[in-house]
């Protein structure tokens, strides 16, 4: 039977952006699909492990904000324009083998500086920018639209490959503009939306996919104490306590994560939807920092070194990401009437953690972790305060 442009059903043209399904499931396509990136966040993380340092935690910055950049866009393309035909099937297998064949080039990144690494961030650049341009081929209405982000993409395609034969001095400055020109289309598109009384908003789907993301790059923070105790020589009763309390920090940390954020809609309008995805970045990048000094916490253990001060200034930048996160996500009216001091809460917790850390304590690893957990419980006991102190009615709707 044909469908759109005289095309078979089977085929699958991408349908409109602004055709709004209800209550759409995440399929079980996106899951695999996100696996291939599990691969990739692996093998950065393990890079930042051995390079633990402000440059290699440079370039793990610049690398997940790539890495996430294709997620993100990929995500987003099935989620707007996604369906069961063959043609997004494909589109989705090409980028998962696009990811993994970055994930191998990621494994050897000393080897070969980042010259593969570039060569197959561009052709992921390419194909992000072909879908893009593709959907307007069968829906013109969308071209006004995806301009910006054509054009935009393909500078940064350029860029790209201009930085294959110029010095790394020259990297400094090219690495932002790529990333600059990857992540402001939203912005311009946003504005052209609104010119045509659009209304487009994160999807209920969407926002679970941004969970499901969080949730891997929290398999990576278990991952990071597991390989941690797993490369002591001789673990001890004082190692494996300080395991429990890396798990227990890890759930805390979860715990704080999807209770405040988890079940819930991002502000209407398609800017507040951008936003929402990019302050993901920060506090997903601060677990990644967690994991790899998790990494590191029974080696400084056995060696009797001190914790990396990353690790401190990780927990700042996770607390502040959240509460930063909630002001652009929905509540229940009754949740407003303390959203203010929870938010405030999770911005103490981060200066402690930072002024903690600034301070340079010197502390056992045991007695470090313990404090981390006291700071932590302590956030989520006046948390637990606020919310039982709000009339037992209407925590019900909540």
Same mark, same amino acid.
């Given at each position: 039977m044909p469908h759109g442009?005289?095309?078979?059903?089977?085929?699958?043209?991408?349908?409109?952006?602004?055709?709004? #399904?209800?209550?759409?499931? &995440? @399929?079980?396509?996106e899951l695999f699909f996100d696996?291939?990136?599990?691969?990739?966040?692996?093998?950065?993380?393990?890079?930042?492990?051995?390079?633990?340092?402000?440059?290699?935690?440079?370039?793990y910055v610049c690398l997940f904000f790539l890495i996430f950049w294709g997620w993100l866009n990929g995500s987003l393309y099935y989620d707007l324009h996604g369906n069961e035909g063959l043609r997004t099937r494909l589109m989705t297998l090409w980028q998962m083998m696009i990811i993994a064949a970055l994930a191998v080039t990621l494994g050897h990144l000393q080897g070969t500086r980042y010259v593969n690494?570039?060569?197959v961030l561009m052709i992921m650049q390419l194909f992000i920018t072909y879908q893009w341009w593709s959907v307007g081929f069968y829906d013109k209405r969308h071209r006004y639209y995806s301009r910006p982000y #054509?054009?935009?993409?393909? &500078? @940064?395609l350029a860029l790209m490959g201009l930085s294959l034969v110029m010095s790394q001095q020259w990297l400094k400055m090219i690495v932002p503009l790529v990333l600059l020109c990857n992540y402001s289309p939203p912005f311009i598109a946003?504005?052209?939306?609104?010119?045509?009384?659009?209304?487009l908003n994160l999807s209920s789907s969407m926002y679970e996919r941004l969970g499901l993301f969080t949730i891997i790059i929290f398999g990576e923070v278990v991952s990071g104490v597991v390989n941690g105790i797993s490369s002591v020589t001789a673990t001890d009763?004082?190692?494996?306590?300080n395991f429990a309390l890396a798990v227990v920090i890890v759930f805390a940390l979860w715990w704080v994560f999807f209770t405040l954020t988890a079940n819930r809609q991002a502000k209407k309008g398609f800017v507040n939807a951008t936003l929402l995805e990019l302050v993901y970045i920060p506090a997903l990048i601060s677990l990644g920092l967690t994991?790899?000094?998790?990494?590191?916490?029974?080696?400084?253990?056995?060696e009797a070194h001190s914790l990396p001060a990353f690790f401190g200034y990780a927990l700042a930048a996770y607390f502040a990401s959240i509460s930063i996160m909630m002001g652009l996500i929905e509540y229940p009216a009754i949740v407003n009437k303390i959203m203010g001091r929870v938010r405030i809460s999770l911005y103490a917790t981060a200066l402690v953690f930072f002024v903690f850390t600034l301070i340079n304590a010197r502390l056992d690893i045991l007695y470090y972790l313990l404090v981390v957990i006291a700071v932590i419980i302590i956030e989520i006991l006046y948390l637990?305060?606020?919310?039982?102190?709000?009339?037992?009615?209407?925590?019900?709707e909540h």
């Open positions: 442009k005289g095309l078979p059903a089977w085929w699958g043209p991408p349908k409109k952006f602004d055709t709004f #399904i209800e209550d759409r499931r &995440v @399929s079980w396509l696996l291939v990136y599990v691969i990739a966040i692996s093998r950065i993380t393990h890079q930042l492990t051995a390079h633990i340092s402000v440059a290699g935690f440079l370039e690494t570039t060569i #054509i054009i935009l993409f393909l &500078v @940064s946003g504005k052209l939306l609104r010119r045509s009384a659009i209304g009763m004082i190692s494996w306590l994991a790899a000094c998790f990494n590191l916490l029974f080696e400084a253990n056995e637990n305060s606020l919310y039982y102190s709000l009339p037992v009615e209407k925590k019900a």
